[in-house]
């Protein structure tokens, strides 16, 4: 599976959001669901989005 900051993408109001890797979307009920890092910093996004990565922390 590719890194976390492959999965960090720009709303377009430059709030950042981490979306579910395709290979975990099936465990899902939507195929797409993106949770929010609540910071417009890429550099924040990415220390926020580690532990979410490293826990499997997605919600619905």
Same mark, same amino acid.
Not at 11 to 17: N, T
Not at 34 to 39: D, P
């Given at each position: 599976?590719? !890194? &976390?900051?492959?999965? $960090? @993408? &720009?709303?377009?109001?430059?709030?950042?959001? =981490? !979306? +579910?890797? *395709?290979?975990? !979307?099936?465990?899902?009920? #939507?195929?797409? $669901? #993106? #949770?929010? =890092? @609540?910071? *417009? /910093?890429? #550099?924040?996004? $990415?220390?926020? /989005?580690? &532990? +979410?990565? +490293? =826990?499997? @922390?997605?919600?619905?």
């Amino acid at each position: 599976m590719a !890194r &976390p900051t492959a999965y $960090i @993408e &720009p709303s377009r109001h430059s709030v950042f959001y =981490l !979306r +579910i890797p *395709k290979p975990l !979307r099936s465990s899902f009920p #939507r195929p797409d $669901i #993106r #949770r929010s =890092l @609540e910071t *417009k /910093c890429r #550099r924040q996004a $990415i220390a926020t /989005c580690a &532990p +979410i990565w +490293i =826990l499997g @922390e997605f919600s619905v």
